[in-house]
């Protein structure tokens, strides 16, 4: 349902930018939407429907807010440039399912955010075009709490996307793509021309769907200890997976005693850290950790 008064026409964007006083903080990561086509395109990856709520990070001046509020039951916005706080109480003021945080999302607490706004919805999703100086914090944050999530639909940047949902193998993969996977499976939505923001990002930009598994999908007996293994073995990524948790783990003597971990997680030492899949990272930590290598 295209109105022409839409927030995110660019004529009515730079009207409000320009009667409020508006100017862009690059520091911010403030690249504003002004294609109907790529909203309605990230809202319908969402699936949301009157039952479900959203979560926006970084409103901005509402253009995204405004097709939520259209489809959702009830969205939270979080914005951390109090600037844009007058013009989003302006622009949402016919959405009483709207409500907007002034914060930075990185320290707001979201379980109570949670509580306080999604107790009666059945499912909540994250969609946002985010700030890209902070997508893989807030990301992770999000995935890390634990939050009951069904989807994550986020416009990154094009070349953390393609890392995000990289499998083994491939130049991409790496410890993101594992952190990632291990919490939700990622598929690209699509990539998105520079001439739908304002200003325009000097970045490839892509959407990305993140749908929050119910756990893992490999049994892991210390996520803390996994994610150190994942870490270690892309240290460098031109080095074996041996020389590199040799590094980490065996600073000293040990390389023999290693050789043979990786053997016992049935490993070769030769392999780099981007041939191994999430199973076989899951089963090198738990024979590392058996032999109380941490
Ligand atoms: N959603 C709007 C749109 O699509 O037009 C704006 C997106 S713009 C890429 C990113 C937004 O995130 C900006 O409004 C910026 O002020 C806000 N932002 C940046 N860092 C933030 C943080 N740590 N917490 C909350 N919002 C943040």
Known sequence: MTRIDDISTPRRTKEIIQRHGFSFKKSLGQNFLIDQNILFKIVEAADLDKEKGALEIGPGIGALTEKLAQTANRVTAVEIDQRLIPILQEVLEPYPNVSVHHGDVLKVDLHELFRNYFSGVSK??????????????ILMKLLEEKLPLENIVVMIQKEVAVRMAASPGSKDYGSLSIAVQYYSEPKLVCTVPHTVFIPQPNVESAVIRLKVRDKPPVEVDDEKHFFEVVH?????????????????????????????????AEIEPSRRGETLSIEEYARLSSVLLRAGVR
């Open 124 to 137: 909540v999703s994250v969609v946002a075009n985010l700030p890209y100086y902070v997508t893989t914090p």
């Open 232 to 264: 270690a073995s892309f240290a460098q990524r031109r080095k074996t997976i041996a020389n590199n948790l040799k590094s980490r783990f065996f600073p000293g003597e040990g390389r023999e005693r290693l050789e043979q971990l990786l053997q016992e």
